[in-house]
Protein backbone atom coordinates (compact mmCIF):
# COMPACT_ATOMS: atom_id res chain seq x y z
CA UNK A 1 0.00 0.00 0.00
CA UNK A 2 1.30 3.50 -0.98
CA UNK A 3 1.76 5.89 1.68
CA UNK A 4 2.04 9.67 1.05
CA UNK A 5 4.62 11.95 2.52
CA UNK A 6 3.85 16.10 3.00
CA UNK A 7 7.52 18.07 2.42
CA UNK A 8 7.67 21.18 3.90
CA UNK A 9 9.90 24.28 3.90
CA UNK A 10 10.92 23.47 0.20
CA UNK A 11 13.09 26.34 -1.60
CA UNK A 12 10.91 28.11 -3.99
CA UNK A 13 13.42 26.80 -6.29
CA UNK A 14 12.70 23.08 -5.60
CA UNK A 15 11.66 20.98 -8.27
CA UNK A 16 9.74 18.04 -9.07
CA UNK A 17 13.26 15.82 -10.10
CA UNK A 18 15.34 17.02 -7.23
CA UNK A 19 12.50 15.51 -5.42
CA UNK A 20 11.92 12.58 -7.37
CA UNK A 21 15.73 11.44 -6.83
CA UNK A 22 15.97 12.32 -3.56
CA UNK A 23 13.25 10.29 -2.22
CA UNK A 24 14.24 7.78 -4.79
CA UNK A 25 17.59 6.73 -2.82
CA UNK A 26 14.82 5.41 0.00
CA UNK A 27 12.42 3.53 -2.44
CA UNK A 28 10.11 3.33 -5.35
CA UNK A 29 8.30 6.71 -6.01
CA UNK A 30 5.03 6.94 -7.38
CA UNK A 31 4.04 10.38 -7.63
CA UNK A 32 6.04 13.87 -6.76
CA UNK A 33 3.67 17.15 -6.65
CA UNK A 34 4.89 20.41 -5.63
CA UNK A 35 2.35 22.94 -5.44
CA UNK A 36 1.99 25.75 -6.99
CA UNK A 37 -0.22 29.36 -6.53
CA UNK A 38 -3.19 28.92 -9.19
CA UNK A 39 -2.79 32.83 -9.97
CA UNK A 40 1.07 33.11 -10.45
CA UNK A 41 2.02 29.41 -11.16
CA UNK A 42 4.91 30.04 -8.19
CA UNK A 43 5.57 27.23 -6.13
CA UNK A 44 4.06 27.92 -2.70
CA UNK A 45 6.94 25.65 -0.65
CA UNK A 46 5.64 22.78 -0.05
CA UNK A 47 4.83 19.54 -1.83
CA UNK A 48 3.67 16.06 -1.63
CA UNK A 49 5.37 12.41 -2.36
CA UNK A 50 3.99 9.20 -2.95
CA UNK A 51 6.22 6.01 -2.38
CA UNK A 52 5.32 2.74 -3.14
CA UNK A 53 5.29 1.33 0.37
CA UNK A 54 5.14 2.24 3.85
CA UNK A 55 8.72 0.90 4.77
CA UNK A 56 10.19 3.51 1.84
CA UNK A 57 8.07 5.95 3.07
CA UNK A 58 9.29 5.45 6.70
CA UNK A 59 13.02 5.51 5.68
CA UNK A 60 12.17 8.69 3.55
CA UNK A 61 11.16 10.28 7.01
CA UNK A 62 13.84 9.13 9.01
CA UNK A 63 17.20 10.16 6.67
CA UNK A 64 15.12 13.61 5.13
CA UNK A 65 13.24 15.25 7.79
CA UNK A 66 15.56 18.32 8.61
CA UNK A 67 17.85 17.73 5.76
CA UNK A 68 18.83 20.50 3.67
CA UNK A 69 18.16 21.13 0.20
CA UNK A 70 18.96 24.72 -1.69
CA UNK A 71 19.59 26.23 1.92
CA UNK A 72 16.16 24.91 3.66
CA UNK A 73 15.94 22.48 6.38
CA UNK A 74 13.08 19.83 4.70
CA UNK A 75 9.76 19.22 7.12
CA UNK A 76 8.95 15.51 5.90
CA UNK A 77 6.19 13.54 7.69
CA UNK A 78 3.10 11.23 6.67
CA UNK A 79 0.53 13.50 4.95
CA UNK A 80 -2.51 13.69 7.35
CA UNK A 81 -6.02 13.58 5.12
Given at each position: ?S ?33 K ?30 K ?14
Open positions: MTKLFVGNLSFNATQEQLQGLFGAHGTVIEVDVIDKFTNRPRGFGFVTMDTQEAAEAAVQALNGELEGRALTVNVARP
